[in-house]
T-cell receptor, first 117, second 107 residues
Framework: GAVVSQHPSWVICKSGTSVKIECRSL??????MFWYRQFPKQSLMLMAT?????????EQGVEKDKFLINHASLTLSTLTVTSAHPEDSSFYIC?????????????FGPGTRLTVL | AQRVTQPEKLLSVFKGAPVELKCNYS??????LFWYVQYSRQRLQLLLRHISRESIKGFTADLNKGETSFHLKKPFAQEEDSAMYYC?????????FGKGTSLLVTP
């Protein structure tokens, strides 16, 4: 099956620093990648949709300058949390789809636990 | 507005008992619904989708447009079914997830 990896799996950083999270599709080319945020015992909240070679589409309420998304290739998307603060601590999950159809299954990465001190 | 509601945060059943995880949705267009499952310490994965009308691991879900529901059912729950279950609605370009229901199957 299609595998999506994330790196790092967890990260602890000081307030004010920036953190980059990578999302890779290992055995397929992903037309679209999605970034989600999940708070403890809550659902996944879509942050942005990323297509290779174009600007990401952010959901309402998500700061573009705070959460920088780069989709440089069909197998890699990165999320950079800039000037991180404790309230940014969360579980960040990416997913990828094979095609552009709305019916396409999303394959999820294992997530990245970010803790900002 | 698109919305997915899973009214139960936690559902506990005995092994062998029937289980139903509720999901209701609101969507102005033709809905496309999914159930995703997350087992302990594992990533989220697709369980089933309504367009496939299939049974996966004994689970089925029928789309009821009249009641705007997509409840997940299994006639005889197994301990390995214990997991977090998310109902999701495809809004055209992304998935809207419900808050999830934690299913606990006890022996």
């Amino acid at each position: 099956g299609a595998v999506v990896s994330q790196h790092p799996s967890w990260v602890i950083c000081k307030s004010g620093t920036s953190v980059k999270i990578e999302c890779r599709s290992l055995d397929f080319q992903a037309t679209t990648m999605f970034w989600y945020r999940q708070f403890p015992k809550q659902s996944l909240m879509l942050m942005a949709t990323s297509n290779e070679g174009s600007k990401a589409t952010y959901e309402q309420g998500v700061e573009k300058d705070k959460f920088l998304i780069n989709h440089a290739s069909l197998t890699l998307s990165t999320l950079t949390v800039t000037s991180a603060h404790p309230e940014d601590s969360s579980f960040y999950i990416c997913s990828a789809t094979l095609g552009a159809s709305r019916s396409d299954e999303q394959f999820f990465g294992p997530g990245t636990r970010l803790t900002v001190l | 507005a698109q919305r997915v509601t899973q009214p139960e945060k936690l559902l506990s059943v005995f092994k062998g008992a029937p289980v139903e995880l509720k999901c209701n949705y609101s969507y102005s267009g033709s809905p496309e619904l999914f159930w995703y499952v997350q087992y302990s310490r594992q990533r989220l994965q697709l369980l089933l989708r309504h367009i496939s009308r299939e049974s996966i691991k004994g689970f089925t879900a029928d789309l009821n447009k009249g009641e705007t529901s997509f409840h997940l059912k299994k006639p005889f729950a197994q301990e390995e079914d214990s997991a977090m279950y998310y109902c999701a609605l495809n809004s055209g370009y992304a998935l809207n997830f419900g808050k999830g229901t934690s299913l606990l199957v006890t022996p």
